[in-house]
């Protein structure tokens, strides 16, 4: 099974990071998907939540999710970067079955990270 780890960091608290990346309704919001000539762009998904939470741990800071339409496994992992910021850790973990680009998939996912990020610093108090 392909896997792989993408990392990002955001001034926002691990707080406003945990509201986007919990509530499956703020999904579109910050998930990108590849359109024409593998340039990210906005999501195309359908108007139901795609992702399911799976576990969470919220004093571990660690969320698992899994896609309801292809069983891609999501292991994220929250942790305070001093003085009030998050970094976001993505294990990500792709059936043999599925049959895609890893490459373009890792490149999507590595957008919607850092798309993540930057989202959530701007729900972060002032």
Known sequence: MPRFEEIAESDAPPEAVWKLLYDPDQFSRWWGCFEADDVPQLSSHPAFPMPRVVASDRTEGRIS??????DIAF?????????S??????????????????????????????????????????
């Open 65 to 70: 999710v899994s896609c309801l339409v292809s």
């Open 85 to 126: 910021g998050t970094r976001i850790e993505l294990a990500v973990t792709v059936p043999d079955s599925y049959g895609f680009n890893v490459e373009s998939q890792r490149n999507v996912i590595a957008f919607s990270v850092d798309r993540l990020a930057r989202q959530a610093e701007g729900l972060a108090p002032a």
């Open 75 to 83: 292991d994220w992992q929250l942790a305070e970067r001093p003085p």
